[in-house]
């Protein structure tokens, strides 16, 4: 895998939310994509987009012992590339990847903001290389300010 495809290049501090409280995927999409808008590294289409894409392709994924997702949309909305990590108190609930039927109650949440097919693809593999070490997923549910999750990607070379 390429440096540039690395996790730790794609997140950035301000669209970090550790610790969050939200009651809702739409208000979680909300203030993600209110913060991507006011930085301009979205265009106003994407908050539409990435509920339409996740309505239609959910990216909810139970793990062992967490839920998670990753939500993402077309190359074409995103004007600046960012992976956004939520970490949640209380889990918002996601539709399964694997079937749509079953509810996923995500408490660690990674939005995608890629405008490279390539590098998209490459970051879900990255990601679920992560997703797999759940010891690591407690660390980052764990960290309670921004920049001390992003200290523990950095640590782990993500």
Same mark, same amino acid.
């Given at each position: 895998?390429?440096?540039?495809?690395?996790?730790?290049?794609?997140?950035?501090?301000?669209?970090?939310? %550790?610790?969050?409280?939200? /009651?809702?995927?739409?208000? $979680?999409?909300?203030?993600?994509?209110?913060?991507?808008?006011?930085?301009?590294?979205?265009?106003?289409?994407?908050?539409?987009? !990435?509920?339409?894409?996740? @309505?239609?392709?959910?990216?909810?994924? *139970?793990?062992? &012992?967490?839920?998670?997702? !990753?939500?993402?949309?077309?190359?074409?909305?995103?004007?600046?590339?960012?992976? @956004?990590?939520? %970490?949640?108190?209380?889990?918002?609930?996601? *539709?399964?990847?694997?079937?749509?039927?079953?509810?996923?109650?995500?408490?660690?949440? /990674?939005? $995608?903001?890629?405008?490279?097919? &390539? @590098?998209?693809?490459?970051?879900?593999? =990255?990601?679920?290389?992560?997703? *797999?070490?759940? =010891?690591?997923? @407690?660390? $980052? $549910?764990?960290? %309670?300010?921004?920049?001390?999750?992003?200290?523990?990607?950095?640590?782990?070379?993500?």
């Amino acid at each position: 895998m390429t440096e540039a495809t690395t996790l730790s290049a794609y997140v950035k501090e301000p669209l970090v939310f %550790t610790q969050e409280n939200y /009651f809702s995927q739409d208000e $979680l999409f909300e203030q993600v994509t209110q913060k991507a808008t006011n930085l301009g590294w979205v265009r106003e289409d994407f908050l539409e987009r !990435i509920k339409k894409r996740e @309505a239609t392709f959910p990216t909810g994924i *139970q793990l062992v &012992h967490y839920g998670a997702a !990753i939500p993402h949309t077309d190359a074409e909305c995103v004007q600046e590339e960012f992976v @956004a990590i939520v %970490t949640l108190q209380d889990p918002v609930v996601f *539709q399964s990847m694997e079937d749509s039927n079953q509810e996923v109650k995500a408490q660690i949440i /990674f939005v $995608l903001g890629l405008n490279q097919p &390539h @590098a998209q693809l490459e970051m879900l593999q =990255s990601l679920m290389g992560l997703l *797999q070490n759940e =010891s690591l997923l @407690a660390e $980052l $549910l764990l960290a %309670t300010t921004p920049s001390e999750l992003i200290e523990i990607i950095k640590q782990n070379n993500l």
